[in-house]
């Protein structure tokens, strides 16, 4: 069983910038897709930004060209750098890597908290 292992959330002010890091602990396929999703308060977990084993990117509207994924498959991590924060990125940011139906992995989230 892989685990996913996130880190890099935090406080930041409006504007400001942070990098959030996902650590498998597992080899993963480097056909797997890898995303990044959010969870706010009262809201459903949503998509923020993904990328396939193929490097093809997709964005939500609302972080596109604020928000940049990246993988680095030789050490089985996927980063989101976030800047220009703003206070509604405010929520807890998880970590997803699947492929078709073999195997669908979740990270245990981070909190990302944007406020002056």
């Known amino acids: 069983q892989v685990q996913l292992v996130e880190s890099g959330g935090g406080l930041v002010q409006p504007g400001g910038s942070l990098r959030l890091s996902c650590a498998a602990s597992g080899s993963i396929s480097i056909f797997a897709g890898m995303g990044w999703y959010r969870q706010a308060p009262g809201k459903e977990r949503e998509l923020a930004a993904s990328?396939?084993?193929?490097?093809?990117?997709t964005y939500a509207d609302s972080v596109k060209g604020r928000f940049t994924i990246s993988r680095d498959n030789a050490k089985n991590t996927v980063y989101l750098q976030m800047r220009s924060l703003k206070p509604e990125d405010t929520a807890v940011y998880y970590c997803?890597?699947?492929?078709?139906?073999?195997?669908?992995?979740w990270g245990q989230g981070t909190q990302v908290t944007v406020s002056s």
């Open positions: 997803n890597v699947k492929r078709g139906t073999l195997y669908n992995y």
């Open positions: 990328i396939t084993g193929s490097g093809t990117l």
